[in-house]
């Protein structure tokens, strides 16, 4: 438990997802804080830190209190340009501070918040506990149309579970969370097993119905459970990351069980089931947009591949106009992709349509919203939205012949462009 009183002001993380570190609380003022870091990754020599989540509380009522958090050695410390902190009275609805700023000089993101009750928590991002994980598994369980299961047991002894809908031939793998602090790749699971199996009222649309008939999903709503309790940004309980365990690198073995279980069974299992497509669920740091990473890098990039993510990425632009084709991270030159990553291993072992999406921390420049930002509930609607980028591709995934010479203009892949952080040296 970190802690610290200010003229009645108390600031403690000693709960699911907590991380926050009290350097000195001694005036409303000025709270300074730190995050505390992941333990050290063996591979990429360093302790990651970046999420934070944390309670104030004790007579701030309605009183301006300036925070200021040194992040100035953070894992993406530059990411924090344009970030605005996320508060919440209820833990429930989550808002954002408009008042946030961050002094590249100096390292220290400041923001003054009058909050509107004497209690109220402060995150990153809208935090999604293991109870909440809890309670969506108990949904799709308790669904006639879904199957649960462990398929393995992390390092705290928790359990890896999987969800499994549909009874197509086709294989759609979805997974979420391997890195922990990315809350919103989970509410996008919600999103997501919620459409499939009509868990929002209503019961399934045609086109789940539809889809179900010629596709099975295996989806894991959390790859690190144990990195999200523990208040982890990017690793496991030993400190794994696990977008990095998914092939050995030089003498660095992985994925190992005594290290890296969850991405061990995850593959085991994908192995037993074959893979038609695979999508990778993330947040990320710096980017103000939704994007998908694709395969060009991979050994099996081909005219093939190719088509498939571009038919693929303009289908869900087309289906839920917050994600976008334009913006992604630079492409990997031809031969170069690092298949110790999830996306790049699934793509190149299944020879089959492998992405990575990622959602913003801050506001969605496709479409701001200042007073929620990017948030839970446009995370749980990109999630939905997938269904009908999967029904839009499925014809092709396992098509024989050129399909690419017949499709429409709409569908041609682009090649995107990374969008740099305004204030970020080029």
């Not at 498939?308 to 992604?328: C, H, I, T, W």
């Not at 990622?358 to 999630?383: I, Y």
């Not at 203009?409 to 090649?415: K, N, P, Q, S, V």
Request: charged share 25%; hydrophobic share 35%.
């Amino acid at each position: 438990m970190s802690g610290g009183t200010s003229e009645g002001v108390e600031v403690t993380c000693d709960f699911d997802a907590g991380n926050i570190e009290v350097v000195d609380s001694s005036s409303i003022s000025n709270v300074s804080l730190k995050v505390r870091a992941d333990p050290y990754t063996e591979l990429e020599k360093k302790a990651h830190k970046q999420w934070f989540y944390f309670r104030a509380s004790g007579g701030i009522k309605g009183k301006e209190v300036t925070y200021n958090l040194q992040c100035g050695d953070c894992s993406y410390a530059y990411a924090f340009i344009g970030t605005t902190v996320v508060y919440s009275t209820d833990r429930k609805e989550w808002k954002r501070v408009a008042a946030t700023s961050f002094d590249k000089a100096s390292g220290v993101m400041t923001w003054k918040h009058a909050a509107p009750s004497d209690v109220c928590w402060y995150a990153y991002f809208a935090p999604y506990s293991h109870e909440q994980h809890q309670d969506l598994v108990a949904a799709c369980a308790s669904s006639p149309l879904a199957s649960v299961r462990s398929i393995g047991k992390t390092l705290d002894q928790r359990s890896l579970d999987m969800v499994t809908v549909g009874e197509g031939p086709l294989k759609v793998w979805v997974i979420h969370r391997q890195h922990p602090g990315e809350s919103q790749a989970e509410w996008f699971a919600e999103g997501l097993l919620g459409r499939l199996l009509g868990l929002e009222g209503g019961g399934q649309d045609g086109l789940v119905r539809s889809l179900l008939r010629d596709v099975t999903f295996h989806i894991i709503p959390s790859m690190n459970p144990d990195g999200a309790a523990r208040g982890h940004l990017r690793t496991n309980a030993c400190g794994a990351n696990l977008n990095r365990e998914w092939a050995s690198t030089g003498d660095y073995q992985a994925p190992t069980l005594e290290r890296s279980p969850e991405v061990y069974y995850t593959l085991r299992e994908m192995d037993a089931t074959g893979v038609d497509a695979f999508v990778d669920v993330h947040g990320d740091e710096a980017m103000p947009y939704n994007f998908i990473a694709g395969g060009e890098g991979c050994p099996n990039w081909n005219q093939r591949m190719k088509s498939l993510q571009g038919l693929f990425v303009r289908a869900y632009e087309r289906s839920n106009p917050d994600m976008q084709s334009k913006y992604s991270y630079e492409p990997d030159e031809a031969g170069k992709a690092n298949l110790a990553i999830c996306s790049n291993q699934v793509c190149s072992r299944f020879d089959c349509l492998g992405v990575t999406l990622e959602m913003p921390f801050k506001d969605c420049k496709s479409n701001p919203d200042p007073v929620f930002g990017w948030s839970p509930a446009r995370s749980k609607a990109l999630g939905r939205s997938l269904v009908d980028a999967i029904a839009y591709s499925k014809p092709y995934l396992r098509a024989e012949g050129s399909f690419w010479e017949t499709l429409p203009e709409w569908d041609a892949y682009i090649c995107p462009v990374e969008s740099k952080v305004e204030g970020e040296s080029a």
